[in-house]
């Protein structure tokens, strides 16, 4: 009779097991984005180039080597991974904050921590001297 071990009765053989060639070179930082997008979004290469209509080796390529890509393939990566082409090209700017920037951002955080009694009283006074800012330039 043959041992069967109960660690692995439930998963596949190569279930966490990497598949293919290990690369001689490295991801370009455009291959790497690519890459990190295609494997959050649970897909192998062979089910993007499918999707893509190119064949596996031009999508791994992609993935690999600093190559062009027409920019219909770029919108269409982008459907097919859900994620922006700007992210995909590295050319996602960062998000704009509102409000005040600086000095003035520190004085406003520290304020929104106050009881709102006190935030009130300070906001009245910040109030006060741009109305009369505002007075003072139309005069």
């Known amino acids: 009779m043959q041992a069967v071990s109960p660690n692995i009765s439930d998963r596949p053989y190569n279930g966490v097991m990497n598949t293919g060639r290990?690369?001689?070179?490295?991801?370009?930082?455009?291959?790497?984005?690519l890459?990190?997008?295609r494997?959050?979004?649970?897909?192998?290469?062979?089910q993007v180039a499918e999707e893509l209509e190119v064949p596996l080796n031009t999508y791994a390529?992609?993935?690999r080597r600093n190559v062009g890509i027409k920019p219909d393939y770029l919108a269409a990566l982008s459907r097919i991974l859900e994620v922006q082409t700007e992210e995909l090209v590295g050319a996602a700017t960062p998000p704009k904050k509102d409000g005040p920037t600086g000095k003035a951002r520190k004085l406003f955080e520290e304020v929104s921590k106050?009881?709102?009694?006190?935030?009130?009283?300070?906001?009245?006074?910040?109030e006060d001297m741009l109305i009369a800012q505002e007075a003072k330039k139309a005069s």
């Open 61 to 63: 390529n992609w993935e």
């Open 39 to 46: 494997e959050l979004k649970g897909l192998s290469l062979r």
């Open 22 to 33: 290990p690369s001689k070179s490295d991801r370009s930082a455009f291959g790497q984005r």
């Open 35 to 37: 890459y990190e997008a």
């Open 114 to 126: 106050l009881p709102r009694g006190q935030q009130q009283r300070i906001l009245a006074m910040v």
